[in-house]
């Protein structure tokens, strides 16, 4: 029996391992398929291919933040746009978080989450 997620297509974006490993394992459980970039540089690559469902981004990233790739993609859009991005960071202030508000984005505080809200949270924008 084949599942609506089956040709959803996730971007995860995260450079913290202990983090990258546990959305990992959580899109994995759910029988998801995404793949991984660890830095700006690498997901603004993936994102300007464009064409995914759901783009978990982290917002403090080595190269590019999370903002910066949003913002070359806005001035240089992807021929096939990226649906949903939610971006995920430690943080619930400051100027970034503030961007992140005013450019119309979600975003999920990774340290008070727990996975059962993330996982939640993704099937029902993957819907």
Known sequence: MSNYMDNKRILLVEDEPLLQKLYSDLLKTEGMNFE?????NSAYEKMKSGGYDLVLLDLLLPELSGVEVIKKLQSDPPEKPNKKIIFLTNLDSGKDFEE??????DCIVKSNFNPQELMNKVKSLLQ
């Open 36 to 40: 991984l970039a660890t830095g700006g």
């Open 100 to 105: 992140v508000k005013i450019m119309g984005f």
